[in-house]
């Protein structure tokens, strides 16, 4: 089956820690996205990569970090630096920029 | 810098109408416009993906509608059921680097 999968689903972090998310898609998308969403809100975005070993800043990269060295992955980093990370992150790809966004089922992560 | 509206930011219906969702957009130099489906706890699931040159984009009983020089999109839904109660999200891109905004979302509920 063609997809996008994240993991954990859910994950719990210690104030002061380091945490990678992890995405994984099989679509062969070029394009690759992480969100960020808090209740009641819209999607927020964190980084985005246009093509292997290419990535950029979105409107909330502080205190995250992202790294592409494979077309089918995108594992985002959530740092001691990110002030209130509990949120839900979301990963997406699309064939490109312009193009329909896939989504996977996101990652719940809860600071303790 | 876009930003998308979506109001209201709920509604309940009972079973069985048709009802249209809102959103509107501040910069009409958009290529598309997207709707997406989210329930409770879950990824985003793509619905429409409406071109600049396009004015409606159908799907079985969704139908969206773009008005890019009024800055609105709508979402038709016809015979609600039960099985649409779901947050429904739009976005559009912002400027050239072809980022997707979204909007807070409008929670559906339909009523049996």
């Known amino acids: 089956d063609g997809g996008i999968t994240q993991s954990p689903k859910y994950l719990f972090r210690k104030e002061g820690q380091n945490v990678t998310l992890s995405c994984e898609q099989n679509?062969?998308?070029?394009?690759m996205y992480w969100y960020r969403q808090d209740p009641g809100q819209g999607l927020r975005l964190i980084y985005y990569?246009?093509?292997?070993?290419?990535?950029q800043k979105g409107d909330i990269a502080e205190g995250y970090s992202v790294s592409r060295e494979k077309k089918e992955s995108f594992p985002l980093t959530v740092t001691s630096a990110q002030k209130n990370p509990t949120a839900f992150y979301l990963c997406?790809?699309?064939?490109?920029?312009?193009?329909?966004?896939?989504f996977g089922p996101g990652t719940r992560l809860t600071v303790l | 810098k876009q930003e998308v509206t979506q109001i209201p930011a709920a509604l309940s219906v009972p079973e069985g109408e048709n009802l249209v969702l809102n959103c509107s957009f501040t910069?009409?130099?958009?290529?598309?416009l997207q709707w997406f489906r989210q329930d409770p706890g879950k990824g985003l699931t793509s619905l429409l993906l409406?071109?600049?040159?396009?004015r409606e984009q159908t799907s079985g009983r969704l139908n969206a509608s773009l008005d890019k020089s009024s800055g609105r999109s709508t979402l038709y839904i016809a015979a609600s059921q039960p099985g649409d109660s779901a947050t429904y999200l739009c976005?559009?891109?912002?400027?050239?680097?072809?980022?997707?905004?979204f909007g807070s979302g409008t929670q559906l509920t339909v009523l049996p």
């Open positions: 679509l062969n998308h070029d394009a």
């Open positions: 990569s246009q093509i292997v070993n290419d990535f």
């Open positions: 910069d009409s130099a958009i290529y598309n």
């Open positions: 409406i071109q600049s040159s396009q």
């Open positions: 997406a790809s699309s064939m490109g920029a312009a193009d329909t966004q896939y």
């Open positions: 976005a559009a891109p912002a400027d050239s680097a072809r980022q997707l905004t």
